[in-house]
């Protein structure tokens, strides 16, 4: 077991204070910093407290690191990205790809000569990136394609008259076709009509707003539009939030995205589990690359009904443990409240994890050595490792990160 130390990412839409704080570090940060990865991936490993990358201390031993399992389901890389992310301006409109169409879109790039970090480069690796986002504050976001007949109430209670067209094309076909055809009108249009639809779309929503204060059903998404079109006056990612259920979690509720589902995470901070990927296919909201056909090839269209998680409680004999279930093979997520004082939380892997701490201290004991954790510091966890002992003098919060199936 070694300590890790994250590869910082200083993106422009994080906060200068937020990760800093639950760190215990100087805030304000000199730039925004939005996300802390704990992890093995190629654009970015952690460094272990004894010295090398976790990408090298993996390579030196591979089965010791990560156990004959994960070697034979998941070859010699870990196959989980960890971060600490937050968000204090809205990220873009995006969208992961499938582990078949990340692999084609991979080759596809390589064989027209894009350079893997050129910066209209979409796919950076070959795998997917299906993920679970924790709050660990209050956290909001635009989150899969909202059922149309809860779309078509939104577009009748705002009431704008430039956008009733797209309105009655939801009102006939209320399906995953139909909302395949209105985003793409979106998403395609000119920037000269968006520069009239626009305008008038934030113009009824300042209205509604007026009308209805914060407590109407729709001011979250008529304050996130106008929030939006101030910031992207001309993108047409202002119209395709329109369509995607909003979503505020609040502390310990979680949101999950399959391939293809599409999102932007608005504000907050949360914990993040993902396969070790870092491919984003973008459709607004943001000056970096937007690539809308490629977009449109990954989009799942059928509406979301509920995209939130609901931590169970887990079945593992491991005190104050619950699980956030997910269908994905790369990864799976338990958060362990360990108590002030209380027994130890304590087990044996059955593949290599990560423990982060984001509240509280926390001592993990294992095989002889003993690492003191604090919010934002994390341990990785051999798969060789024979027990792992859990406990806290003051209580704690710890995530903990493994391979499914374990």
Not at 70 to 86: I, T
Not at 276 to 301: A, C, I, Q, Y
Not at 309 to 334: H, K, N, W
Request: net charge negative; glycine share 10%.
């Amino acid at each position: 077991m070694v300590a890790l130390e994250p590869v910082v990412q200083a993106y422009a839409w994080g906060s200068r204070t937020a990760l800093p704080e639950l760190c215990g570090i100087t805030s304000p940060a000199p730039h925004p910093v939005a996300e802390h990865w704990f992890g093995a991936h190629d654009s970015g490993s952690s460094r272990c407290s004894d010295g090398r990358g976790l990408d090298a201390r993996i390579a030196a031993d591979p089965e010791r690191e990560l156990g004959p399992r994960v070697l034979a389901e998941h070859g010699g890389g870990l196959p989980f990205l960890v971060k600490l992310l937050s968000a204090e301006q809205a990220l873009s409109l995006q969208a992961h790809p499938s582990p078949e169409k990340a692999r084609e879109g991979f080759a596809a790039e390589d064989a027209r000569g894009i350079a893997v970090d050129a910066p209209d480069r979409n796919y950076r690796d070959v795998n997917h990136k299906p993920e679970i986002l924790v709050a660990l504050t209050e956290f909001h976001a635009l989150v899969g394609f909202r059922p149309v007949e809860r779309t078509v109430a939104l577009l009748d209670a705002l009431g704008v008259a430039s956008l009733k067209p797209y309105r009655d094309m939801l009102a006939g076909q209320p399906d995953a076709e139909g909302l395949r055809a209105v985003f793409t009108t979106f998403v395609t249009m000119p920037h000269v009509v968006l520069a009239g639809v626009v305008p008038d779309l934030v113009t009824c929503a300042v209205s509604y707003l007026t009308d209805h204060g914060v407590e109407g059903p729709w001011s979250p998404v008529a304050a996130t539009i106008t929030e939006l079109a101030e910031r992207y006056p001309t993108d047409p990612g202002v119209l395709g939030a329109l369509l995607l259920n909003r979503v505020v979690l609040q502390p310990g509720e979680a949101v999950y995205l399959g391939p293809g589902q599409l999102h932007a995470y608005l504000r907050g901070v949360g914990v993040e589990v993902m396969a070790n990927s870092d491919n984003v296919l973008r459709g607004g909201l943001t000056p970096k690359h937007v690539d809308v056909p490629e977009l449109m090839r990954v989009l799942e269209f059928s509406p979301l009904a509920d995209p939130t998680v609901r931590a169970v409680e887990a079945d593992r004999d491991i005190p104050g443990e619950v699980d956030y279930p997910t269908p994905e093979p790369d990864f799976a997520l338990s958060r362990i409240d360990v108590p002030a004082d209380g027994d130890p939380a304590a087990w044996r892997p059955e593949g290599p994890e990560v423990l982060l701490c984001t509240s509280g201290e926390a001592v993990v004991d294992s095989d002889g050595t003993s690492e003191a954790l604090a919010p934002g510091r994390a341990v990785w966890v051999p798969a060789s490792t024979s027990r792992v002992c859990l406990r806290s003098t003051a209580g704690a919060t710890v995530f903990r990160t493994r391979v499914a199936g374990g």
